[in-house]
């Protein structure tokens, strides 16, 4: 063969060779549990410029400049007194994940539903950290997403799912038919070197033009979802189906929501069968008590709120913890 040839011939297989060595490393390093993109109108209302919240391409956005005891967090972005990887032993893990109504908005750290049950708890003799994840914004999609490239590293025993009811887009992967234009969709939409290729030139773009507010999201590719909206109402399903694989508890609750009367945005048909879920809304209702006495806002809850959903969390703990230990 001729050696003009041979190199013709060579270019192409070295540039796929090429690619092929740069999609493994960008995999390495792109630890992403799922692949449906963050719509880029939720990642461009929480992105704030010069603040705390950076963009992440997993989770969408996340806190920056931790620790920060101002707002009670430690260095992993938990609202909670430091939390090592390793969990001491003898002591019983969770994690509370949510938006905003977990995080607390409006209300101190010890105030926040997750440390009410927590104090609770150890109240009544359990050796429990329920640790709060929650972050403005976040719905069952960063949830599942956090839950499998994040905390599994800290040896959760049980998690809490404070995420508004019917959640879209659901984390799936695309349909396995199509024509030539939907085979090409899906390769992007597989490929961690385009995603990276696109963050990188959104990243020096913003630097080009400080000026400008620069839209750092994946596009949203145009593949349907196997699983109709009507069908499956969001990611609950999948969080629960990993954890029973995990050996880790799940407990869901009913957003409590805060219009006159109050109501529960998460009911049972919004979840799989079987799931735990756990009615903070009649408790609510008992007190007698206003709205604004429960609630800053639709779903922000004062701490007089918080305290009842934190006391409700902690008595269906204690039921299930009861049951760990009377099973032999």
Known sequence: MRPALRRLLFAPVALVLGLLVLEGACRLVMREAVLTTIPSGEVKAHITIGGDIVYDPVLGWKRSMLPNPGLG?????????????????????????????TYGAGVESAEAYPAVAEALLRQRGFSVELINAGLSGYHSRQALRLFKTQLMDFHPDFIVIDCQGRDDVRDEQPPQAGGWSES???????????????????????????????DLSLPSLSLR??????????????????????????FFMDYPFGTVPPQALTRTDHLPRGARLVN?????????????????DNNHMTARGNAIVGEKLADAVTKWLDSRKATP
């Open 73 to 101: 967090l430690d260095s992993n972005g938990f609202r909670h007194a430091e939390v090592a990887r390793e969990k001491p032993p003898g002591v019983i893990r969770g994690f509370a994940l949510g938006d905003s109504q």
């Open 184 to 214: 090409a969709q899906r390769a992007l939409f597989y490929s961690r070197l385009y995603r990276a290729m696109r963050i990188g030139v959104q990243q020096v773009s913003a630097r080009l033009h400080p000026g400008q507010r620069s």
């Open 225 to 250: 979802s196997p699983f109709p909206e009507t069908e499956h109402p969001g990611n609950h399903d999948l969080i629960l189906d990993f954890a029973k694989a995990k050996g880790i508890e799940v």
């Open 280 to 296: 903070t809304l009649p408790a609510l209702l008992a007190t007698g008590a206003t709205t604004p006495e429960l609630f800053h």
